[in-house]
């Protein structure tokens, strides 16, 4: 039903990246990201012409539907062996598109940038994996699709026991630039007066060290490398290579959402319908399995 679609929530924690289901910290590997973004089953969809005089001039490109997404190392985007665009985002905004009888057409964006890509129309739609917050909902809307939990992911045997946030007091952190993981850590947006330095503070320890890159790869790998102690973005690295990473602590539990225009009334209510028929014939917890990430289902 609609209702599910227009459930949004203030999240007290939300940032980039897919969530995993939140396994334990040891949890080994259990599917590896498939290289195909063909979609997990066909569909019926209405003839184009069809969806574009429903539309009108709310679309970015007549009979296409242009989709702003961030491809980073997990599974909800990326690219292929092949060098091409896959994932459960990737999958979803095709087969939307497909059910309104528009022709998908991939922008890849930073993810820094997607918010105002949709506001200002560059896009029809995000779809990257973003947490739905308050402040993200100032701009434009956002209709849940995915939901799960994050961690702090440390390195296999988390050398500098991090266990609580606190934990990351004067110690480096790597996220993502334009994530609200670094909301959370600095207390500003959703998390205005609050925040792990103020917590940090009233403990009388040093503020985290926060380092932020525009590449969500290069965090990983400042992690990896040993230039971090922690990092906060895609929990899958630590399912697909425990040999080199694992889960600490958990965040709050969190519901991303995909990104539509707030003045695009007929826009947003063709999307919602096209993922509520998704849910109903079963082609959305299809496409969540095909990955390996079907706790991440909002489906009743």
């Not at 890509?117 to 308050?134: E, K």
């Not at 539990?253 to 007929?266: E, F, L, Q």
């Amino acid at each position: 039903m609609r209702s599910l679609l227009l459930l949004v929530l203030a999240i007290l924690v939300a940032g980039c990246g897919g969530t995993a289901p939140s396994p334990s910290p040891n949890t080994t590997a259990t599917q590896a990201a498939p290289t195909s973004a063909a979609p997990a089953t066909p569909s019926p969809a209405p003839s184009p012409s069809a969806a574009v005089t429903r539309l009108g001039d709310e679309l970015v490109r007549p009979g296409h539907f242009t989709y702003c997404a961030n491809l980073r190392p997990g599974r909800m985007g990326f690219r292929d062996e092949s060098g091409e665009p896959a994932g459960v985002n990737i999958e979803i905004a095709i087969e939307i598109a497909k059910r309104l009888g528009l022709e998908p057409e991939i922008r890849e964006t930073p993810f820094e940038e997607l918010i105002d890509a949709v506001a200002t129309g560059v896009c029809d739609i995000s779809i990257s994996s973003q947490h739905i917050t308050q402040t993200r909902l100032e701009r434009i809307d956002m209709l849940p699709y995915t939901q799960g939990t994050q961690h702090v992911v440390v390195r296999a045997g988390n050398p500098a026991g991090i266990r609580v946030l606190t934990d990351l007091c004067g110690r480096v952190l790597a996220v993502q630039t334009g994530s609200t993981h670094v909301d959370l850590v600095v207390g500003q947006g959703d998390h205005t007066g609050a925040g792990i330095d103020r917590d940090c503070a009233a403990a009388g320890r040093p503020n985290v060290d926060l380092r932020q890159f525009d590449d969500d790869a290069d965090a990983i790998a400042a992690l990896g490398g040993g230039t971090a102690d922690g990092y906060i973005g895609s929990d899958f690295i630590a399912i697909d290579r425990p040999a080199e990473f694992e889960l600490a602590t958990e965040l709050p539990p969190t519901r991303n959402g995909i990104g539509v225009p707030k003045d695009h009334s007929a826009l947003r209510a063709a999307v919602e319908d096209a993922f509520q028929a998704m849910i109903d014939d079963g082609t959305y917890l299809r496409i969540l399995e095909k990955f390996g990430v079907a706790a991440q289902s909002i489906a009743p």
